[in-house]
């Protein structure tokens, strides 16, 4: 008789959202995305990218809040030449990098 694997058992190693935290400076994604990196929009973002379109990134800009906590936002370019700034959180629900680099000179 075959035995049933086990079931799974989390561990706390196993969780991705540690992937996706702050780093050493606070900016989460500074580190990975650069001017000229390429996004693929996994949900449509209501009248600027429909799902699988490809972005491009032409600008970031950094600081620092009141409180002293980091602020990060990344400006993407759609196929038609729209723009748009988006914060980590949007990035997290709307994107994700498909590893590819775009010349932008």
């Known amino acids: 008789m075959v035995q049933p694997d086990p079931p799974f058992k989390w561990e706390h190693g196993d969780d991705e959202d540690d992937t996706f935290a702050p780093g050493v400076d606070g900016f ?60 980590p959180d949007q990035i997290d629900d709307w994107l994700v990098s498909n590893g590819k680099m775009r010349d932008l000179r």
Request: overall charge negative; some cysteine; charged content about 25%.
């Open 28 to 87: 989460r994604y500074t580190s990975y995305l650069s001017r000229g990196s390429e996004l693929v929009v996994v949900q449509e973002i209501d009248g600027f990218a429909r799902e699988h379109a490809i972005l491009v990134l032409t600008a970031t800009r950094v600081g620092v809040d009141p409180a002293g906590g980091a602020q990060e936002e990344y400006q993407c370019e759609s196929a038609t030449g729209d723009r748009r700034w988006f914060a």
